[in-house]
């Protein structure tokens, strides 16, 4: 499906609500396909007013990526200052933790991830942190194919052991 019209991203408000849980359905969804041993299907994934509660949550930042000429949201993600400091084993610094990020399966590869991922990079440079972070699993080769295109390396790996 082609893009109509200009996308913008915009910081999310209360109204998006239904637009961000369709989308956080269709991310729950594909965990759930790939791993059913760990996620279980929600519905919706994230409550209305989980939602408007993290939208008031310090430190939290929610964006959108919608259709400038009909509001139809297409992308959403969520990032999360983190600031660490005085603990012995690490460097103090600021962190920018992206916890989801997701277009919708119908416009993906048309550039606006590429929006998103810049968005919280500029988010992150403004709030002064020294990395923007996140965390992507292993079935889902696109996303970490995409996020090492945009300059993202891998820093660690979380392995297991199937009993």
């Not at 919706?44 to 949201?73: C, H, Q, W």
């Not at 991830?113 to 080769?141: C, D, P, W, Y």
């Amino acid at each position: 499906m082609s893009t109509k019209g200009t996308v913008s991203i915009r910081k999310a408000e209360v109204k998006d609500y239904q637009g961000v849980s369709f989308l956080m359905d269709e991310l729950q969804q594909m965990h759930v396909e790939a791993r059913p041993d760990i996620y279980r299907m929600l519905q919706p994934r994230m409550e209305e007013k989980e939602f408007g509660e993290l939208l008031n949550t310090d430190k939290r930042y929610l964006y959108v990526a919608e259709f400038s000429e009909t509001g139809v949201i297409l992308g959403y993600g969520s990032a999360e200052l983190s600031i660490i400091q005085d603990v012995d084993l690490l460097v103090n610094r600021n962190m920018l933790y992206i916890h989801e990020l997701v277009i919708n399966s119908q416009y993906r590869g048309q550039g606006t991830g590429k929006q998103l991922i810049h968005a919280f990079i500029e988010l992150g440079r403004s709030l002064q942190a020294h990395s923007v972070e996140l965390s992507v699993s292993t079935f889902n080769a696109g996303a970490q194919t995409f996020y090492e295109q945009m300059g993202l390396a891998v820093r660690s790996s979380r392995m297991e052991y199937m009993l």
